[in-house]
């Protein structure tokens, strides 16, 4: 499971990057709100790299954001595989990745909490969150769904007034036979 969970995660996170990244583009178009900064100051921080103050280093900001989404993707994967799929394990997954995001600001020292942020500026970080977070549960979902109903799936098969969510499992499988 932890090798399929692996590159299906990358490949998983790397689409739900790119989906979010073209989602902030077209947003950017259309809000005329700048690039952000912020995912290369931290791995900046994170790493040693020099900082150069009002530059864009390019490089750097994608490396880390499509970085993160990458092994973040990872973690949805692994969800996917244990059997947690589908729309909540989805919602589930933005508050993780909202979550990874402020820790890896704040304590940088790059960002500042989200209570203090502008209401508008949270929303958006939000809605771009999701998205990732939505693209990435839904590939990840997909490709396990591949390998059948996950353990947390065959299990509540055998509990009464409990659903799959994976739909009907046959009955031997779900007693391992």
Do not use: C
């Not at 290369?40 to 921080?45: F, I, P, T």
């Not at 693209?135 to 799936?153: E, I, S």
């Amino acid at each position: 499971m932890i090798k399929r969970a692996l590159w299906q995660g990358l490949v998983s996170g790397t689409a739900g990057g790119l989906v979010m990244t073209l989602g902030e583009k077209l947003e950017q178009a259309l809000t005329g709100r700048p690039d952000s900064h912020v995912p290369a100051r931290v791995l900046q921080r994170l790493t040693g790299l020099p900082e150069h103050p009002g530059k864009q280093p390019l490089a750097v900001n994608r490396a880390m954001h499509f970085g993160q989404a990458a092994v973040l993707g990872v973690l949805r994967s692994v969800m996917a595989q244990a059997g947690l799929r589908g729309p909540v394990a989805s919602a589930k997954f933005t508050v993780v990745r909202l979550t990874n995001d402020q820790i890896l600001e704040n304590a940088t020292g790059v960002g500042a909490p989200p209570s203090s942020w502008p209401r508008g500026e949270l929303v958006i970080d939000v809605l771009h969150k999701a998205v990732y977070a939505f693209v990435t549960g839904a590939v990840a979902d997909a490709l396990a769904a591949r390998g059948g109903p996950g353990p947390g799936q065959r299990h509540a098969t055998l509990r009464p007034g409990r659903r799959s969510g994976a739909g009907p499992v046959p009955r031997e499988d779900a007693y391992g036979r």
